[in-house]
């Protein structure tokens, strides 16, 4: 039986609420109902920063990671029993250099940049998941780890970079899922838009010199940088992506990619 390819996705997770906001999870749902079903998902989330390339427990029903404080308690007692993973991590394993180990957590779980959108898009829980850690920051290396995992689209791998196109927490005024975007996170977002629009990898990767709203938007560059894995996993990544999804979260931007 053959497999359809893949595409690799850039993603913004969200919090816990996410869950039940109706827009945004419709938005996710409706997202996955259009990919061809994946053979298993590797994601690559903002909450996992580790040197060198790690990857997640493989057993059925690995645990999840509540890093997250602050929300209701329902949400820490979610659950999302997937598959075994053991041949996904061996394969992915099997594609790095020999230079570069990669160490396998057999107890860590998935966090929340992965379990809250897999868990809308995926509902069943029925495709085996496995996490990797986000090694570095810097956007050549991380193109370079996509394109080691370019192969596993066209073994029906989903491949996605979860993290959040602005995601300035400490400036933010409010916490409504409905508050308005601050100036710094507009900005931000239209200059991130127009350059995946042209398909501008090196602009992208310039982002810390040429994007504005920084170092608002991101006080921290965890959850911009999954998008160099994104892109590294496209066949070509200068030929613009599909942005699937745009507006405002709680003011921070929600734009996400998909590539082919």
Known sequence: MTTAPM???YLGHGAPPL???PVWSGQLRDWATDLPRPTAILIVSAHWESAPVSLSATAPGAPLVYDFGGFAEK????TYATPDASALAARVAAMMPR???VHQHPSRG???GAWVPLK?????????VLQMSLPTHDPGRLMELGRRLRPLRDEGVLVIGSGFLTHGLPFLREFRIEAAAPGWS?????WAGEALARGDVDELASYADKAPGMPYAHPTVEHYTPLFVTLGAATDPETPGDQRIDGYWMGLSKRSLQVA
Do not use: K, Q, V
């Open 99 to 101: 230079t570069e180990p």
């Open 75 to 78: 949400y820490y007692r979610e």
């Open 186 to 190: 507009r900005d931000f977002d239209a």
């Open 19 to 21: 869950l039940d906001d």
């Open 110 to 112: 998935l966090d929340h």
């Open 120 to 128: 809308i898009m995926y509902p069943d829980g029925d495709i085996p």
């Open 7 to 9: 595409p690799a996705l």
